[in-house]
C-alpha cells in the first residue's frame, strides 16, 4: 500500500537507472527497488539496496517516477527523508543516499551513524 509519510526520494537520474535494470533482468512489473539499513560497516550502519518483486506485509512503500520503492518500517526509522542518488564519474558509476539523519559516515560512503 502506498504511504503519505515523509519519502524516500529517487532522484531522476536513479529512477532512470532503476527503470533500465529491470527492463534488462526481465523482472515483472511489480518489482521495485528495496532500500534499507543494516548493522554494521566502519560507522555503524551500512546501506543494503537490492530488487524486490512487491511489497512485504509492513512494508512503507513510495511510489516516485515510475519506481516503486519498499522499506521495512526499522530501516525507514533511518531513510525517512534521503534521497536515493545515481551518478556517473571518474571514481565509477552506482547509487548512493543523501541522508540527513545521518550524523557521520565513512570515507567510503557505505556506512553512517546515527
Known sequence: METTQTPIRVSAPAAQEIKRLIVEHKLPET????????????????????????AAEGDVVFNQDGVRVFCDPKSYMFLKGATLEYSEGLQGKGFHFVNPNAKGSCGCGESFSV
Open 31 to 54: 518489482a521495485g527497488v528495496r532500500v534499507g539499513v543494516r548493522g554494521g560497516g566502519c560507522s555503524g550502519f551500512s546501506y543494503a539496496l537490492n530488487f524486490d518483486y512487491d
